[in-house]
């Protein structure tokens, strides 16, 4: 069973700093995009940031300048190295890729989820 496991959630104060990790486990050939998500309270789900495999990044505009997105091939990891958080950040951040359990069967999978609240 494939799963995606996050961690580094947490509270902080505005100007704060915090860093997610999440790490693919269980049977699988490759990871291709990662990403993160995050969900504000009454919120839609919105795209953050994505790395390819190639280390291709893209960021959604609100968060450019600010987050880094990062992976660890070997470790089937991605992270999201977040800076000068404000409450606008505040909501349950999601990790998302698109993962190949062997040579003809893959679709997206999603991590549990990781609160983080940025204190004004």
């Known amino acids: 069973q494939v799963r995606l496991v996050e961690s580094g959630g947490g509270l902080v104060q505005a100007g704060g700093s915090l860093r997610l990790s999440c790490a693919a486990t269980?049977?699988?050939?490759?990871?291709?995009?990662m990403a993160w998500y995050r969900q504000g309270s009454g919120k839609q789900r919105e795209w953050v940031a994505r790395?390819?495999?190639?280390?291709?990044?893209s960021y959604a505009d609100a968060v450019k300048g600010r987050f880094t997105i990062s992976r660890d091939n070997a470790k089937r990891s991605v992270y999201l190295q977040m800076n000068s958080l404000k409450p606008d950040d505040t909501g349950v951040y999601y990790c998302?890729?698109?993962?190949?359990?062997?040579?003809?069967?893959?679709?997206?999978?999603w991590g549990q989820g990781t609160q983080v609240t940025v204190s004004s």
């Open positions: 998302n890729a698109h993962i190949w359990r062997n040579s003809f069967e893959h679709r997206d999978h």
């Open positions: 269980g049977s699988i050939f490759s990871v291709n995009d």
């Open positions: 790395i390819d495999t190639s280390g291709t990044i």
